[in-house]
Every structure is written in C-alpha cells, then in structure tokens.
C-alpha cells in the first residue's frame, strides 16, 4: 500500500474550474512533485487529500484511510499556500504546539536547520512571510510525519532559503516521510524523485 493513492479524483468548483480526474501514488520516502499551471488544481487537490473538502468522482487514501476523519498531525501534516499560523504566538510556540511530547533539543535543532533561531520568540505577525513559511514547515516536519502535504513551500523564499526548505522536504524523505508537493519552482522539482504534471 502507498502512502498516498489518488485514483481518478475529481472535484470541480465550477464546470470548468478545479481538479480534473486525476490518479497518482507516492510512495514512504518518496517525494513527488505536482506542477501545472496556475488554477490547474494543484491547491484543490492538496485540500482533497487533507480532508478539506470532498471529491466530485474517484477516490483517495492517504496512510491508508481515505482523507477526512480525525487524522492525527503525525500521520498526514498540511502547510497550505496560505500558511495557517497561529499569529497571536511566536515560531517558537507555533512548533512547540504540534508537538504532543516536547523535545526542546529537536524544536532548537529545527530552528537551526530552518534559519528561525533569530526569530523564534517573535510574533507569527511581526515576522516576514519567508520567514512565516518556514515557520510553518517547520511545524509540520517537527512531527516527522509519515505524509507531509506542501503547497508551494517556496513561494516566500529567496534563492538561499528555497535551498534551506529543499533540504528540510530531502531530510523528511530521507527519514521515511511521503512528500507531494505541489509548486511552481524548478529547483524544487529538480530535488523530487519524481514529477506529476497537472494538464490543462
Ligand atoms: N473555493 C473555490 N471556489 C471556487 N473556485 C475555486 C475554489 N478554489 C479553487 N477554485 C478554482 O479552481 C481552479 C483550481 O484552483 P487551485 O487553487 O486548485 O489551482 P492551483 O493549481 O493550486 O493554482 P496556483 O498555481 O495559482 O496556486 C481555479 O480556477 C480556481 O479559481
Ligand atoms: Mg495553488
């Protein structure tokens, strides 16, 4: 069984607008990568597998159960274009809360690999949206979990920092995690295992 199994998945917002059927599996350890051009349903197809909403037609599992239900942060992690911080706490808290043991050696070691440490008692709102971006990796890679579901993971960051949040999704995989990622940047593709193309 694959981590993730997409089999003719389809849910339209309108007649011409959202995800047209479309099937993929990603494996554990595996990244993949979906591009397509903008409104080819790359972000619908994430909110599918995190449960978010419901398909028109065919049908999904991800860790082995179809998406929705109470799914545990650990099993099946979201970082969705837009980040969905808590902005009242600092990224400090903001990782400290997906985690349900606290290692404060692993939130300083995630810190350090993310380039947080500078920012880590400040306010999700008074930080830049790279910043918030990795912040919000950084919570969801704090669980290691076994599906990792990324919306364009690097549409806040410069070149440098692009190559920060690739090797934070290569050291997920590496550690087991599936990872689809969905985006628009060559280097980010360049560093998947494989590429699914979105047409339309
Ligand atoms: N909640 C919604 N209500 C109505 N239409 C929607 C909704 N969400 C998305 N759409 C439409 O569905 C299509 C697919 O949107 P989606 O966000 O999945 O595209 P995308 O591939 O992620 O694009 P981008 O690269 O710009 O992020 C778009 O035409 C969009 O306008
Ligand atoms: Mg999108």
Redesign the pocket.
Known sequence: MNAIEVRELSKM??PS???QPTSLTCAAGEMLVVR?R???????LLALLAGLCAPDSGSATVDGLPPGGDMPWARVAFVP?VLALAVELSVRENIVDATTTLDPAAVRASLERLDLVEFANRCVDEISMGQQQRTALARAAIVQPRVLLVD?PTSFQDGGHAGTVIEELRRLAAGGTALLV?T?DEAVSAAADRVVELSR
């Open positions: 917002w309108t607008a959202g995800l397509g903008s409104g080819s349903g790359k972000s619908t274009q364009e969905a628009h």
